[in-house]
């Protein structure tokens, strides 16, 4: 099985070396991930200008690291390396919960796999560590690659880890609360006015959803899709303004 590793935390995070270890159990492993942080770059991709890439070989790992964004690597990665069967993404440091999940540089590198017709992973944990401890999550993740990776059906998983020794795993719906997004003025050295997008974290959660699971003390598991269509509401459209 060919494994290509991307993330949006950057090719120098720990994380990827933590997932690439554990994935090289499963398969050939190559990493091509963005050559700084991208964080919250969502699904954006590079069209107004060139990529480039440079080999970066990480530890015994084969890895290149892009001027791009974690949807630009995996098209990068999958393009210069033929017969890839999954992408895995992470492991982001920072939980790619609910609402998250729209912003999400991690998530969207998962997405960008199935465009292309592969599968697609998406693995994180909360950054409230300073350090983050990846040994203590190895063993779930490879518990959770274990499952997904061979089952084929699952095409797009979400998955999130708590921040200590995992209960056990879950599969769980995504939340769909929203959240409190503040902007708060300042000001920088020259005395010009900046503005910084401040997302209040939700607190109370939903049974069954991946928040609760992971505020839970388990793994979270979520199968994602990339069809936004609201169905009831199509049908309901098609009734109430019939169109020709
Ligand atoms: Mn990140």
């Known amino acids: 099985m060919r494994i290509l590793i991307a993330n949006d935390d950057g090719i120098y995070s720990p994380g990827i070396v933590a997932l690439a270890e554990v994935a090289a159990k499963f398969g050939d492993v190559r990493i091509v991930a963005p050559d700084v942080e991208q964080s919250s770059a969502g699904h954006s991709i590079t069209a107004w200008r060139p990529l480039t890439y440079k080999r970066t070989p990480i530890k015994d790992f084969e890895a290149f690291r892009v001027n791009g964004t974690p949807a630009d690597c995996v098209v990068i990665g999958a393009h210069n390396w ?9 492991i982001n440091f920072g939980a790619n919960l609910g609402n998250s999940i729209w912003h999400s540089g991690t ?13 697609g992973i998406a693995l994180s944990m909360p950054a409230s560590r300073d350090e983050p401890n ?6 779930s993740v490879q518990r959770v690659l274990d499952i997904l990776l061979k089952d084929p059906q699952l095409a797009l998983v979400n998955v999130n880890f708590p921040d200590d020794r995992p209960r056990g795993l879950r599969w769980t719906r995504q939340s769909v609360r929203h959240y409190d997004g ?32 992971v505020e839970q003390g388990y793994v979270s598991m979520t199968p994602l899709r990339l069809d936004l269509t ?7 459209a098609q009734v109430r303004h019939p169109v020709d």
């Open 82 to 90: 033929e017969n890839v069967d999954v992408v895995l993404s992470g």
């Open 107 to 119: 998530v969207a590198a998962a997405k960008q796999a199935t465009l292309l017709g592969l599968r």
């Open 134 to 139: 990846f040994d203590i999550l190895k063993p």
């Open 182 to 213: 503040k902007v708060v003025p300042g000001e920088d050295p020259m005395g010009r006015k900046h503005f910084w997008f401040s997302v209040i974290p939700i607190e109370s959660t939903e049974e069954g959803t991946d928040r609760w699971a």
């Open 230 to 236: 609201n169905e009831k509401e199509l049908t309901a």
